[in-house]
Structure formats: structure tokens, C-alpha cells
């Protein structure tokens, strides 16, 4: 296969001139610098990445897997040369495991719908936990309300780790499925135990679906070490543009999977009285895909290779540090959760200042942070929460910034007295 | 350091929001709605009740959200009693004018006076919403409906 190289010019090899590569970290706002902590929510572009989605809409594009001339046959190498990446990225066993689909929220749907409807055993549940984000927790309500497929929560302690001997008790208490869990929770940090997870899940008979959204910006993922059956992660949040995220599941898995959607490209054969199905895992990519987006999100995995994550999550590492002692001498602030292992995201709360409050405060210092409920509901009330601020770090974020952040609370602190 | 938030966290507001005056249920009322604003989860919870002649006699509210919310509740409990059902309708039209431009056709509309404080809500889009909850509940609830239908 002819895999079209991508412009490396501008990669940094090293952490420490990287945020040289992401062109809106100079920018102001309010008239001062912006600091970004809110990678969690979305993380900025190199501009690797910028620089593979505009060559190829000025130089080399167009609908891939369709036509028989060089433009497409070109792009379409540059498309599967992106799935190749992500293959490599997760260490999976071949690129044919690797589907691409909008984003995090469409992985699990697409799970939630092709597993869930088509695979999964009447009679068995699913198992979520209380720390998860929306998006998989609405896809199972969905399933449970058209098929009656069981849905138990698996709860979090007040350290905000995942509740093990719960999680054991549940497993035990009837027959599951599928586990699916957060791999890193999106409000408090926390990297659940996987292997645990899913060791205990497969002795128990279940698939686990792991949502890597936010573990994969911090951490290396090994489907094959892990044992894995799903892993789901969005694009935009590995400094890859929006509208790409990745489904990865065992191969025997997709093969058993009836399709999502129905279309283009996803079949091998149409009359009107039936259909076959292509092979995976264009199966489950019907419709013209989000090409430049993908070999954006290719751009982004090379990116990130270049630096590497033992860099990466020895910098997060000590930065989630640096700011887990620098809040907690904030007056009057709480944190939330104080798992072992965490990445980089606290969420923090102020008793008698609401977080859009706060929020509203250090936007006019140039600190961008999230407020609210992170899409993250019954994980709130379970802190006994409406909402927090969150800061989330990335590769390009420095120390200073968090003095910046803490010394601003402090301030946030005495404006509301 | 956060110098023109002066405009949006006037001392009016930050004492409004921190020692509100009407933040409670009312022991007995003839109406009440609530209004969410789920892109941010404030939630408020209005209580209105009526004086013989129909106008409103006293409001109250619950309300969980950031300081405009709780702020804009207490100011608007204060300025509509008293009022008709149609003077707080006309009221809360011009309310959310000033709250979207900063500016009020006829500032010297005593009610008006009393919200200028929440005029600085006008540069933060994202908050206009905080303050106009609380008359969206209002108006449900003089309209005999249970929840405030969002914009
Ligand atoms: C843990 C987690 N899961 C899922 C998602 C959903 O990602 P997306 O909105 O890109 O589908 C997010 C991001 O908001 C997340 O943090």
C-alpha cells in the first residue's frame, strides 16, 4: 500500500518547546494571556495537525474507497494510513479492528445498539458506574427501556475510586454482559483499576467496553495487555479535531455485530430485496466518513508518538501534583475525590461560591476552566454537588499556570469575602 | 485584578446573593413554578401569593445557581409586589431587554431602577440566562403552569 507521509515540519521532539507548536497559546484574552485548563473538555491543536487536514484540502483530496483515479486513491491511503495510527496507538491486532465513527458519545451508541440489541444475551445486564459521563450512561437507559436489559451502577467511595467489593457483589448478583466503565474519570481524575476490572468481568462472563476518552490523552493503551473487548475515545480531546472518534473492539466481536447505520459504503452488495454487509470495518462506516478529520486525528497520534507518553505522563504527573498542593492551600476550597492513581483533572468546589461564579472570575484573568456538572449528573449529587470548577491539564500546560489558577482562587475567595 | 467584573458583581448583587431576603417557600401561596436552565443546572423554584384583589401580595423562591441567579430572584421578589399579573409580565419584557443590551428604554421606571443593578449581565451572554430564570418561573406561575418553559 502506498502510505502518503504526512509534514513533519512543525513536530516539536521534545515537551519542553512543545507549546511552541500550538499557535493559540499566544493568543489573549481579555487582554491578558490565556491559560488553558480545559484540555478535558476539549485539548488545542499542534500545528501538525492543522498542517495535515489543510494539505490535504489543498493539495490532496477526495472521496476515499470510491473512485478510480488518483486523487482518491491517494486520499484513501491517507484515510487508512490514519486507521493504521490509531491501530498502532492502542496496539490493537489489526487496523480492521479500528472503527472510525464521530466520537465517543457515537462509539457507545454504536455498541449500546450493534452489541447491545444484536449480541448481547436476553437476560443479561449491563454494569456502569457511578462516575460516568452522560454519554455512557444514556446509551444503556436507552437499551434497558426498549429491551428491559438490566442496568446496574456500580458505586464510587468517598476517595472517589471505584467501589471494587461493590463492583464484585454486582457482578455476582446476576448475569452480566458487558461492563462498561470510564477508563479515567472526566471530574475527578481517577484511572480505574482495568486489568481488575476486567479480569473479574471475563471470570464473571461479561465483555467490558472501556471509555478511554480521557485516559488515552495521559496514558499508553494496550487493547491486547489489557484484555480489553471495547475501547471507545474521541479525537478532539488527543489534540485531533472534532467530528473523529474510534471504536475498537476484537475483530470477532465486530464480525458478530449487526450494523448501525445503514448506506454507502457499508455494503458489499444492494438489491432491493436484501443487502450484505461489507467486511469490518467498513460495516460499520456507512456514508462518506469524516476523512480530513481523520488524517487530522492520524496527525495527532504522530504527534504525540514524537513526544511519547512516558514525557507526557511524567509531566501531568507532577503537574496534577504541584496543583493538588497548591488548591489545598486555597482557603475554603474542596476538592474532589483523592484516588491513588489520578490523572490530570481536579474538580474543586468552593462551600458558599458557585462555580459559575468562579468560573465567571477567572475568565477575566485569562483562566479557562470548566463549571458544571460535566455532563457528569448522578456523579455530583453523589458528592452532594449541583456543580464544580475543573481544571484539566495537557502536555502544554506549565506549573506557572497552576500558580496562576491558585493564586486567582485565593483571589476569587476574598472578592466574594 | 478581576476589575470590571465590578460591573457584573455590583455590591447589590454580591449582598442579594448572599443574604437573600425572599430565599425561602412560603408557608402558604396560590402558585408556584420552577425554571432550570439545564446547560448549567441552576434551578430555581418561585412561590407567589396573591392579595384579594388578585395582585401579588408576596414571592418567594428556592433556588440553587450562581450569584446572578440568586441575586436577579431576590430583586425581582422585592420589585413585583404589589403588582398586577400584567404590570410584572410588562416588567419582566423589559427586564430581559436590559439584561440582553445593558440599556432600559425608560430608566427611570421605578422597578427598572431597582434591576439596574443586573444591567452588567449584557457583556456576559452566557449569563443572561442566570438572570432571567427566576421571571421565567415567575410568569409560569402567574400563568398557572408548573414549569417555566425555556427560551
Ligand atoms: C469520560 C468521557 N466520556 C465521554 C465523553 C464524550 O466525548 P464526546 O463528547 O467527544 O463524544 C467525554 C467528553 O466530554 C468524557 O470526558
Redesign the interface.
Known sequence: MNVMRLPKESVAKTLADARADFPILGEKVHGVPLIYLDSAASAQKPRAVIAAMLGTMERQYANVHRGLHWMSERTTDAYESARMAVARLLNAREPEEIVFVRNSTEAINLVAHSYGRGVLEPGRAVLISEMEHHSNIVPWQLLRDERGTGLRVVPVTDAGELDLAAYERLLAAGPVGLVSITHMSNVLGTVTPAERIIRLAHEAGAKVLLDGSQAIVHRPVDVQALDVDFYVFTGHKLYGPTGIGVLWARRELLERMPPFLGGGEMISEVTFERSRWAHVPHKFEAGTPAIVEAIGLGAAIRYVEEIGYPAITAHEAALTEHALARLASVEGLRVLGQAQDRGGVVSFAFE??????VA??LD??GIAVR???HCA?PLMRRFGL??TARASFALYTTSGEIDALAD?LA??RE??H | MFGDLADLYQEVILEHSQRPRHGKRLACFDASAKGDNPMCGDRVQVFVKHAPDGAIADVGFEARGCAISVASADLMAEVVRGRSAAEVKEIAGKFRALARTGHSENPDDEALEALQPLAGVHSYPSRVKCATLAWHALLAALQGRKEASSE
Open positions: 458558599r461560591i458557585h462555580a459559575h461564579d465567571t472570575l477575566r484573568s463549571a458544571g456538572h449528573e449541583d456543580s486567582a483571589k476569587v472578592f466574594f
